[in-house]
């Protein structure tokens, strides 16, 4: 799970016996257990086990154990043993656990302020 802040919008959850079709914009944390079809803006977004996602997914932080047919667009993306990816993952930080399974394109942002040059990583 996510750290929980003081604050925080609250958790919200779609269980495993339900089906959404339609456009999902969430600014706190939520996790698909069940169908979404349709694109997701969320600030947090957990994919359990039973989940599948066929869209693409903007958010701040997105962890997948189970299904995306979609795009990825995030901050930090960190992919489970179960995890299924059909589409690109556009990311700052990735994490990829033994077992995940990934087609299609992983696409690192290039911004200046997270990128060591490798002539300076080595002076260290």
Same mark, same amino acid.
């Given at each position: 799970? +996510? ?5 925080? +919008?609250? +958790? ?6 339900? !089906?959404? =079709? ?6 706190? !944390? ?13 600030? %947090?977004? *957990? ?15 997105? %962890? ?21 990816? =059909? ?14 399974? *990934?087609?299609? %394109? ?19």
């Amino acid at each position: 799970m +996510f750290n929980k802040k003081k604050n925080s +919008f609250p +958790f919200s959850l779609i269980s495993p016996d339900t !089906e959404i =079709t339609g456009n999902i914009q969430c600014d706190g !944390e939520l996790q698909i257990d069940g169908k979404v079809t349709g694109d997701l803006n969320v600030a %947090q977004l *957990i994919i359990g086990e039973s989940g599948l996602v066929e869209g693409n997914i903007i958010a701040k932080q997105v %962890q997948v154990r189970g299904q995306v047919q979609g795009g990825i667009n995030a901050d930090s993306v960190t992919l489970e043993p179960s995890a299924r990816v =059909t589409g690109d993952i556009e990311h700052d930080t990735l994490s990829i656990q033994a077992g995940a399974h *990934i087609q299609g %394109q992983l696409n690192h942002r290039a911004k200046p302020s997270n990128v060591t040059p490798l002539d300076k990583a080595s002076e260290g």
